[in-house]
């Protein structure tokens, strides 16, 4: 029987890239502002380059493309403490509604901690959920798949791991450590999202994969 159903955070209960591109735009006004630039042709080249070369180095392009001299934890610190809007996919704040009372709810999520509690924050998400794990908090050695974080939860939750159900995206890291003490395992396959054409061995993928939240009961009642 499951107690607890425990969500990660980024492309599984809201979409990543809305935040990511919010906080761009606050990186944009800020440089249109200082050096006099055009804040829609920053904004088009930032988003041209994290599409060709991903958000490893994406301020430092963007900065040498235009011949400026900024100190680029500036800009890392403007993303990190922007505030743009974002809001739970549909099915996840209908699941959320609708089971309040029969489950408890719980997300572990990896990342930059002040970013992280940022995001929860924008998303209101202390309305339904009653156990937040940000990894970071623990130090980067925690963050998934290390299984610290799941039994930590489990604990918070008073049950055992095998009456948890954890659903996440990335089979890289979501489901290892979760299968390894027992927890049940789901993945939402969205249309959308860095890892939804990742497809790994068995032992990495989820017990069951998802394409909406509306299927997560069904699977709950009839298969756990």
Not at 5 to 20: P, S
Not at 116 to 143: A, E, R
Not at 193 to 201: A, I, K, P, R, S
Request: charged share 30%; net charge neutral; hydrophobic share 35%.
């Amino acid at each position: 029987m499951v107690k607890a159903v425990i969500f990660d955070l980024d492309d599984t209960l809201y979409r990543e890239k809305d935040f990511v591109e919010g906080a761009f735009k606050y990186v944009c006004k800020y440089l249109s502002m200082q050096y006099e630039l055009n804040f829609g042709k920053l904004y088009e080249d930032i988003n041209d380059i994290l599409k060709k070369h991903g958000r490893g180095s994406i301020f430092n392009i963007l900065c040498k493309k235009y011949n400026i001299a900024e100190d680029i934890s500036t800009l890392v610190n403007i993303y990190r403490n922007s505030l743009p809007q974002i809001d739970l996919y549909e099915d996840a704040a209908n699941f959320f509604k609708k089971y309040s009372g029969k489950y408890s709810f719980g997300i572990i999520t990896d990342g930059k901690a002040s970013v992280q509690w940022n995001k929860i924050g924008l998303l209101n998400l202390k309305k339904y959920v009653d156990g937040i794990i940000v990894t970071d908090d623990y130090g980067k050695k925690y963050w998934k798949p290390n299984s610290f974080v799941y039994l930590k939860m489990a604990q918070y939750f008073e049950c055992r791991p095998e009456e948890c159900l954890y659903i996440g995206d990335n089979p890289n890291k979501d489901f290892i450590g979760a299968r390894a003490i027992g927890m049940n395992t789901i993945r939402i396959i969205r249309k959308s999202g860095d890892h939804m054409n990742t497809f790994l061995d068995s032992s990495k993928e989820a017990d069951f994969n998802i394409n909406s939240m509306d299927k997560l009961q069904n699977i709950i009642e009839n298969r756990m």
